[in-house]
């Protein structure tokens, strides 16, 4: 299905499905706060500065998530179609973001306001499940990566990188690429080598 076509309703189905069974009374409820949006290459979802009021689910597309330290841009999380993307600790401290979310590719993603994610959670339990499987993802993700940068070597990263998300390593530029995997652009280029060479 064209991603152009996917309708709330085909994304509150695909959320229920891959976080939680649904009624269809509970689908409902999820339909009504989603919030189509659609974005240029390049453009910025969240500034820094601004609260993030949203999880972000991707529909087609590729964003990155980063910030500024030193004056120089750090990449912490980079997203393609189906999966979720948010400013966590400024969403649920209501708090101005550190980090900018911005587009890599032209996007069209739903936005789930997090007030209306709780008001339906409250409301019912299989939402309430949604919401705590969207969490559980994030963190598991979080974690995942602070693992991967304190235990492994730079070409077992990239190899995990390629092998998680191979879209990713296809699409994104490699400066950023490099930045997220805490690498500089010659080491990734050394390391991309090396594993192109063991593979032939």
Known sequence: ????????????????????????????????????MKFAKGEKILDEGQVCENIYWIVKGLVRQFYYKNKKELTEYMATENTICMSIE????EK????????????????????????????SVN????????????????????????????????QKLVKTSPQLVLRAPLVYIASYLQMTPETLSRVR??????NN
């Not at 996917?6 to 509150?12: C, F, M, N, Q, S």
């Not at 400024?90 to 401290?93: K, P, T, W």
């Not at 080598?193 to 063991?198: E, I, P, S």
């Open 1 to 36: 299905m064209a991603a152009l076509s996917l309708t709330p309703r085909d994304v509150a189905r695909e959320l229920a499905r891959r976080y939680s069974t649904m009624t269809h009374d509970e689908l409902d409820m999820l339909e009504e706060i989603l919030v189509p």
């Open 90 to 93: 400024s969403l649920f401290r």
């Open 96 to 123: 101005p973001s550190q980090q900018i979310i911005q587009t890599l590719e032209p996007t069209i993603l739903y936005a789930i306001p997090m007030h209306g994610l709780e008001a339906a959670a409250i409301k």
């Open 127 to 158: 939402i309430q499940m949604l919401y705590r499987k969207i969490l559980e993802e994030s963190l598991i993700i979080s974690q995942q990566r602070a693992d991967m940068l304190r235990f492994e070597s730079a070409q077992d990263r990239y």
């Open 193 to 198: 080598t090396a594993v192109l060479f063991n």
